[in-house]
């Protein structure tokens, strides 16, 4: 069974720091893996996903995320925290080969805070 | 459009009730999506439409019964619900079949049961 795993249920950078925010994915095959941003009260969004191709993506608000298969990681950066990424983050594995789509088994979540 | 609307955003009822929730996608999409959300938990999928076919039940009890009127539609009706069902209900939505294509979401209906 698939399966992503979130290190840090919490972290908190200050305002222009780097953020980084881990995932490592348990899968026999090669993994489809995204990153998914929940404000509070609010669906989720998507930041980026991987789909094989290029194993650094890019996406939205300046996240990027690289896959690792050496290390099962696909772990999400931002070089410079804002106020407004102060969110709730998900990491998410889909079921490549299972042939249902966005079947999404998601990380436990990592509650992103930015200091002023 | 790129969107997938919900409705109501809010919704308390009481154990006795009926009532429904309404999801609605005009992107061309042929899967459809519930998902639960408990407080500070991540969304536990219940149910899959592809093709107006149920697909996937993950094993979610009678009280919610799931209806996909057309490609465009999602049901979820609700009946007979214990207060622990209160939660965040999500509805999704994605191309097809394969794994690779995003899903997006709705805003949720924020479900309490009295």
């Known amino acids: 069974a698939q399966s992503v795993t979130q290190l840090g249920s919490h972290v908190s950078v200050s305002e222009g720091a780097l953020v980084l925010l881990r995932c490592n994915y348990s899968s026999s095959v090669p993994p489809y893996l995204f990153w998914y941003v929940q404000y509070p009260n609010q669906g989720l969004q998507l930041l980026l996903k991987?789909?094989?191709?290029?194993?650094l993506v890019k996406g939205i608000n300046g996240f990027e995320a690289e896959f690792k298969k050496s290390e099962t990681s696909f772990h999400l950066t931002k070089p410079s925290a804002h106020m407004s990424d102060a969110a709730e983050y998900f990491c998410?594995?889909?079921?490549?080969?299972?042939?249902?789509?966005?079947?999404?088994?998601f990380g436990k979540g990592t509650k992103l805070s930015v200091k002023p | 459009d790129t969107e997938v609307t919900q409705t109501p955003k809010h919704l308390v009822m009481g154990m006795t009730n009926k009532k429904s929730l309404k999801c609605e996608q005009h992107?061309?999409?042929?899967?459809m999506y519930w998902y639960k959300q408990k407080a500070k938990k991540p969304p536990e999928l219940m149910f899959v439409y592809s093709y107006e076919k149920l697909s996937i039940n993950e094993s979610v009890p009678s009280r919610f019964s799931p209806e996909c009127p057309n490609s465009s539609l999602l049901n979820l009706h609700l009946h007979a619900l214990q207060p622990e069902d209160s939660a965040l209900y999500l509805c999704a939505s994605s191309e097809g079949d394969s794994g690779n294509t995003e899903a997006f979401f709705g805003q949720g209906t924020r479900l309490t049961v009295v």
């Open positions: 991987y789909t094989s191709a290029a194993t």
């Open positions: 992107m061309g999409h042929r899967a």
């Open positions: 998410a594995v889909s079921d490549r080969y299972g042939g249902s789509q966005g079947n999404l088994i």
